[in-house]
């Protein structure tokens, strides 16, 4: 089991920053390549951004390519989503989720195993 906990949404303004922090339990924590994944009302839930347990190699969707960030201390067991330049197509719950594999496809919501409850981003325009 790796308990997670999202925190640091809000209600921003378009072109404003946020960061989502995601706490992680268990020792086992640095095994787990994690994801963002964000739903939006009426909307699947779709792939933000990923990152391998080592944190050597990052994922992005194209639509947040080159505005948000995934970053992990494994030595503090969070994982964190540094986002700019927001729209208010970035309105969504963000959800943090982790992976017991290695490789495979970082964007599928089933290749993750645990998620959190998810924190609210909204983006007014």
């Known amino acids: 089991q790796v308990p997670l906990v999202e925190s640091g949404g809000g209600l921003v303004q378009a072109g404003d920053s946020l960061r989502l922090s995601c706490a992680a339990s268990g020792r086992t924590f640095t095994r787990y390549a994690m994801g963002w994944f964000r739903q939006a009302p009426g909307k699947e839930r779709e792939f933000v951004a990923a990152?391998?347990?080592?944190?050597?190699?990052?994922y992005y969707a194209d639509s947040v390519k080159g505005r948000f960030t995934i970053s992990r201390d494994n030595a503090g067991n969070m994982v964190y989503l540094i986002m700019n330049r927001l729209k208010p197509e970035d309105t969504a719950v963000y959800y943090c989720?982790?992976?017991?594999?290695?490789?495979?496809?970082?964007?599928?919501?089933?290749?993750?195993?645990?998620w959190g409850q998810g924190t609210q981003v909204t983006v007014s325009s």
């Open positions: 989720a982790a992976s017991p594999y290695s490789g495979g496809s970082y964007s599928s919501p089933g290749y993750y195993t645990y």
């Open positions: 990152i391998t347990w080592s944190g050597g190699r990052t």
